[in-house]
Structure formats: structure tokens, C-alpha cells
């Protein structure tokens, strides 16, 4: 404290010097109107330079809102989207007076919780059965498949990711629509296997792996990844095709809930097939 009272006395006509041209410069700008004028253009940007920054250091507290706002913009449009929708045979039967019967209903989410690490990898979404969730729905984010829902509380679920040792997917290579299992070997959580698909295929490097649909969980076309590799094991009858997941899943965050409004019917007519 001694040594700043001994500075400024040191320098005190400086301080006055400064402290006067002040004092004239605010004179000036207010009883002229020419130098007021161009003092505040001159401190426009610089000032709107400021509020621009804290508008954008705001905003960006604001993006995980703007976010979950989106994906609950999306579920809905999937909700509207044809693709969630079975058509009638109008000729033969009319359902609630409308050619079309929705199929899927898409319920938006956000994770809470994952793991890539592992052999069994899970995640938990911040939906559960009061929201509609139920286990055996489907999980998908925008860019691929992530897994399927496996148990259920009032507010919070758990879902097997394709990245499980106990993960088997109906899947489908895009070009030829030859069905087969896409599975996860636990080496690499970017990368899956297909297996079951035929040798006489013609295969294509880079084709589209999609879900096949035929087991009533994920709807028929969603994403999975796409063909990087693939060969014949000796002696077998079948590919043992690698394939490049689209999602990275060590990054996902937004995902949409998929509910098969069909699904217990066709169930109940897998189950009297059994029986014969």
C-alpha cells in the first residue's frame, strides 16, 4: 500500500493530466453534436463486438435445450413419415376410414449413460415406461442403429447395444436384399460382422447393411453400416462379411425410441406357427 501512495504522488500531474482531458473530451461529446455522434459510431461495434460474445456465450448454455427441442421436432416428423405406416388393401377392408395403419411410433431420448469397452456394452436413455417405453423396442440415432431396449423403470431404461456379445440383428445387404446376422465379435466397437449370407451373392465393397425387419423390432431399411471386407472361410457355404457401423458409438447422444404397434400381432401368429 506504501509503495502505491508513493507512486502515485510520484506521478500525480500524469494522473492529473489524463483525469482533466477526460473531463474535456465528455464536455465536448455532450454540448457538440458532430463529436457525440461520431464518438458513439466509433464505440458501436466495439460495444456491440461485447454483447455479440455474451449472446453467443449464452447461446451456447442453450444448445443442449435447442437440441432435445430438435430431436422431439424429428420424432415427431418420423411419427408422420409413411415409412411408419402399412398400407391397406382398400378393396378388401378400411381401417379408421384411411388407406394407411401407422406401424412405428418413434419416442425421442437422450443418453445418460454407455460403455464401448466392453464385451457386453449397454446404455441407459432418460425415458422409461411412463413415457411409453417398453423392453424389446428399438433404439436408433439418426445416422445408424444402436440396440434394443432390454429392461425398464418408470423413468429410465437400459438397452443391449449392437455392440454386444448377445446382440443378434436381422440384417440385409442393400443391393441384393440377401438376408443375414449381423453379430459383434467384441474386438472393435466400430466394426460388426454379417454372417449367413450365401456364397453365390455377388458382392459389393462399400454396399449398405440395413435391417431386414423380420424381427418385428427395428423397422425394414435403418442404417447399420456398410460392407468394408469380406471372405469365404474354408469349408463353409457363406460369407463372413466385416462391416463398418455408421455410428460412432463412443459419441452418441440423441436417439429415438422405436414402438411396433404391429408387433404382438405378429407375434401371436409366430407363436400358432410354432404350434403346427
Known amino acids: 500500500m506504501r509503495n502505491v501512495i508513493t507512486f502515485l504522488w510520484k506521478n500525480y ?19 457538440n453534436y458532430y463529436q457525440g455522434a461520431a464518438v458513439v459510431n466509433s464505440t458501436s461495434d466495439f460495444t456491440g463486438g461485447i454483447l455479440q460474445s455474451f449472446s453467443d ?22 411419427n408422420r413419415n409413411p415409412k411408419a405406416y402399412i398400407r391397406t388393401d382398400t378393396a378388401t377392408f378400411f381401417v379408421r376410414d384411411t388407406l394407411y395403419e401407422q406401424t412405428f411410433v418413434y ?3 437422450k443418453v445418460i449413460s ?21 423392453k424389446d423396442m428399438a433404439v436408433v440415432a439418426p445416422n445408424g442403429v444402436v440396440g434394443q431396449v432390454i429392461e425398464v423403470s418408470d423413468h ?6 449392437i455392440i454386444n456379445k448377445h446382440s443378434r440383428v436381422s440384417a440385409k445387404l442393400k443391393s441384393s436384399n440377401q438376408v443375414g446376422t449381423l453379430i459383434w465379435k467384441g474386438d472393435n466397437y466400430r466394426r460388426g460382422t454379417l ?21 418385428h423390432i427395428f423397422p425394414e431399411g435403418q442404417l447399420i453400416g456398410v460392407v468394408e471386407d469380406y471372405k469365404i472361410e ?19 447422444y440423441n436417439v429415438f425410441v422405436i414402438k411396433n404397434l404391429m408387433r404382438k400381432e405378429l407375434k401371436f401368429l409366430e407363436r400358432v406357427e410354432d404350434q403346427n
Open 13 to 31: 500531474f500524469f494522473f492529473l493530466f489524463v483525469f482533466l482531458e477526460i473531463i474535456s473530451l465528455v464536455l465536448v461529446v455532450e454540448n
Open 107 to 109: 419416442i425421442a431420448a
Open 156 to 161: 429410465f431404461c437400459s438397452v443391449m447395444m
Open 195 to 215: 454372417v449367413d449370407i450365401p456364397t453365390h451373392v455377388q458382392m459389393h465393397l462399400g454396399d449398405s447393411v440395413i435391417t431386414s425387419g423380420y424381427s
Open 57 to 78: 456465450f449464452g447461446g451456447f448454455f442453450k444448445l443442449k435445450e435447442a437440441n432435445e427441442i430438435l430431436a422431439e421436432e424429428n420424432a415427431r416428423f418420423h
Open 234 to 252: 474354408k469349408g463353409s457355404n457363406f460369407y463372413t462379411v466385416d462391416v463398418a457401423f455408421t455410428i460412432d458409438y463412443n459419441k452418441v
Open 114 to 134: 454407455s460403455s464401448v469397452n466392453r464385451r457386453n456394452n449397454y446404455l441407459k436413455l432418460n425415458k422409461g415406461r411412463l413415457q411409453g417405453i417398453g
